[in-house]
């Protein structure tokens, strides 16, 4: 391990623990038996810091010829990350306001009950039923942006006088703010990917399937799953980078969106797909068996 990467993981270590005590955060359990974590207000740096292909070109010219390579400073101080895509540019400065979000992304328990509610049987489709055979305790999956809206619309229209939250998908800047929990590294415990096991279920260790919401470590904030297992929907349109992208951690939309963003990787994803910033998009009414979700409730 050179020194850089190990000066990187005593910061991300550091960062953790300053900020250790929100794992224990009060939660609050709604009617559905879902768990929320209040997570405070914040800011940090949302993205990846990568060089442009103008100065990567440069950099190869520099090695042939022997010369050191450029050097660029990343606005979060972190590296650059080699494995970044254009899209998760340019890396910048996002204000979030406090709210709440899910400890684990939503089971199939909590998403047969909005189906038998609301009589959405024309969802248990059998390529439905066969992607969520692994137990009502296993993250749902086989979910469109369109299906995740409907149970969140559900949750708000039949939640009790007394829960006076707001239910809703994350913004794309509040799920990789939850994601982080104050680190600045590529993933939410490091930079390492041989340590990618220990917190998520991804290609190497998922055994091709979906698997029951909270088995791995969680991050400092006391989130379980945020990379691996299912994708999670968030409520953004799709948008090519971040330029001119909202500063204040809502969400980025426009008018007749069809796409939007997925983030956190899957069980069928390797570790590139798992990192903090990873981040693509696909249409409102897209499924797959490695799609599902997590829900934000605002703080009443």
């Not at 100065?55 to 390579?69: C, D, I, V, Y």
């Not at 650059?80 to 979000?101: K, M, N, Y």
């Not at 990789?176 to 929990?181: F, N």
Request: a negative charge; one cysteine or more; charged letters at 20%.
């Amino acid at each position: 391990m050179t020194l850089e990467p190990f000066l990187r993981h005593l910061l991300s270590v550091f960062l953790v623990a300053s900020i250790g005590s929100v794992a224990s955060a009060e939660e609050f359990t709604n009617h559905l038996g879902m768990k929320f974590i209040d997570l405070p207000a914040g800011y940090f740096y949302m993205g990846s810091c990568k060089l442009t292909h103008k100065s990567a070109l440069e950099n190869k010219r520099r090695t042939f010829l022997g010369l050191p390579p450029l050097k660029m400073t990343c606005p979060s101080g972190a590296s650059v990350d080699s494995s970044a895509d254009d899209r998760e540019t340019p890396q910048h400065g996002v204000s979030i306001e406090a709210f709440q979000l899910g400890k684990f992304e939503v089971t199939l328990a909590q998403f047969k009950s909005f189906i038998i509610d609301s009589k959405r049987f024309e969802l248990l489709s059998d390529e439905f039923i066969q992607a969520n055979a692994m137990g009502d305790s296993a993250a749902v999956t086989l979910i469109s942006w369109n299906d995740a809206r409907s149970f969140v619309a559900w949750l708000n229209q039949h939640k009790p006088k007394t829960d006076r939250g707001t239910y809703r998908l994350p913004s794309e800047a509040e799920w990789e703010y939850a994601a982080r929990a104050g680190t600045t590294t590529t993933y939410t415990f490091s930079d390492f990917p041989i340590l990618l096991g220990n917190h998520a279920w991804y290609t190497d260790n998922s055994d091709h399937h979906v698997h029951p919401v909270g088995e791995k470590s969680a991050n400092a904030f006391g989130l379980f799953d945020m990379l691996g297992n299912v994708l999670e929907w968030t409520e953004d349109c799709t948008h090519s980078n971040y330029h001119q992208a909202p500063d204040d951690g809502s969400a980025w939309k426009m008018a007749n969106c069809k796409f939007h963003i997925v983030r956190g990787g899957s069980w069928g994803d390797d570790t590139a797909s798992a990192r903090s910033a990873y981040r693509f998009s696909r249409k409102a009414d897209f499924r797959l068996n490695t799609y599902g979700f997590r829900v934000a409730r605002t703080l009443p």
